[in-house]
């Protein structure tokens, strides 16, 4: 028999970045010439897939070319959260901790591998989850992750 299990979303669920990332995002618009983001904008991009998030972030240029800025901005990103980390939600580990003692833990996300990773490593977190799941890793929405993480957990 299954393990009950708690597949969690990452952002806005586990931890928070919008504020720490991004100083980092507007220095690669800034760069390039491009209109800044507010941290407003930054949270409605949560959740999202890469092609959203460029399509949202820059309506008015080629889709190709949003695609490009977008993956500067996850490099500098990446660079940011493998030093420094993002928000943790209260009391996060001793939560999870206490869960796994009687459920399967996994993370599905629309991130990026290298997102999900700086919040495991940079964290401590990989000793909680079972798995973990992201379109960066499957290229799969979020629904199907998930579905792969109930199905096989």
Avoid at 3 to 12: A, Q, R, S
Avoid at 54 to 75: K, Q, R
Avoid at 107 to 128: A, E, I, K, T
């Amino acid at each position: 028999m299954k393990k009950k299990g708690i597949i969690f979303d990452l952002d806005g669920t586990l931890w928070s970045t919008s504020e720490q990332i991004l100083p980092a995002w507007n220095d690669v618009l800034r760069r390039k010439s491009l209109p800044l983001i507010t941290v407003e904008q930054m949270n409605s991009f949560m959740g999202k897939t890469p092609d959203m998030i460029a399509s949202m972030m820059l309506p008015d240029i080629p889709h190709e070319e949003a695609m490009y800025v977008f993956a500067e901005c996850v490099v500098e990103e990446d660079n940011y959260l493998k030093t420094h980390g993002g928000t943790l939600y209260n009391d996060l580990k001793p939560t999870l901790a206490e869960l796994k003692k009687d459920y399967f833990l996994a993370v599905v996300s629309n991130c990026l591998c290298d997102y999900l990773d700086s919040f495991l490593d940079y964290h401590g977190m990989r000793p909680y989850f079972d798995d973990c799941e992201t379109f960066g890793g499957t290229h799969l929405p979020k629904w199907k992750n998930i579905q792969f993480v109930a199905d096989t957990g």
